[in-house]
């Protein structure tokens, strides 16, 4: 059964970068079938993707976030993590990592609350 | 970027009634489109995909069509554990993978 969570600091201060981990069982992140990735979701508004990456391939970022953030792959540990900088009080929100399925986001972990705050 | 529209905000549906909720995206994306439900404080679950085909495990009573730009998600009669947020996304250019900013399901 496949499981994600993920794992962050919950408090950032403004300026810094936030560093997110996803932690994967039940499948391997360097099955090449497998898209991965991270969407967020500001208290009390939407979805918004991130990022998205697959192991032998490329890696994508959202436009509007491309300049600030990068995805990476320990593969040794099943995890992928997602580094943010230069945060401010916007990045506030849950954090999900997710996997796709043909594209479609079907399986996500329960989220991580993040804080930018001084 | 494809535009992903959601109508109503919020709809109010009593216990037993058919809800409708719509989706419309700023240009053609085939029946790459989903649908997800989202309840406070858990993680959204992904309920449609091909524009109407249920994910595992998901009841009968959910329903997508549409295809193009014009999408509907209705829920035949309506139970208390249906309040919820509802998204919509569409799978057919990306990046980036985009939602709609969802409508609010409120049982009366």
């Known amino acids: 059964q496949l499981q994600l969570q993920e794992s962050g600091p919950g408090l950032v201060k403004p300026s810094e970068t936030l560093s997110l981990t996803c932690t994967v069982s039940?499948?391997?992140?360097?099955?090449?079938?497998?898209?991965w990735g991270w969407i967020r979701q500001p208290p009390g508004k939407g979805l918004e993707w991130i990022g998205t990456?697959?192991?032998?391939?490329?890696?994508y970022y959202s436009p509007s976030l491309k300049s600030r953030v990068t995805i990476s792959v320990d593969a040794s540990k099943n995890q992928f993590s997602l580094k943010m900088s230069s945060v401010t009080a916007a990045d506030t929100g849950v954090y999900y990592c997710?996997?796709?399925?043909?594209?479609?986001?079907?399986?996500w972990g329960q989220g991580t609350l993040i804080t930018v705050s001084s | 970027e494809i535009v992903m529209t959601q109508s109503p905000a919020t709809l109010s549906v009593s216990p037993g009634e058919r809800a409708t909720l719509s989706c419309r995206a700023s240009?053609?994306?085939?029946?790459?489109l989903a649908w997800y439900q989202q309840k406070p404080g858990q993680a959204p679950r992904l309920l449609v995909y091909?524009?109407?085909t249920r994910a595992t495990g998901i009841p009968a009573r959910f329903s997508g069509s549409g295809s193009g730009t014009e999408f509907t998600l209705t829920i035949s009669s309506l139970q208390s554990e249906d309040s919820a947020v509802y998204y919509c996304q569409q799978y057919h250019n990306w990046p980036p993978w985009t939602f709609g900013q969802g409508t609010k399901m409120e049982i009366k």
């Open positions: 091909g524009a109407s």
């Open positions: 997710v996997r796709h399925l043909s594209s479609i986001f079907a399986y």
């Open positions: 039940g499948d391997s992140i360097t099955s090449s079938s497998n898209f």
């Open positions: 240009q053609s994306v085939s029946s790459n």
């Open positions: 990456f697959y192991y032998s391939g490329s890696t």
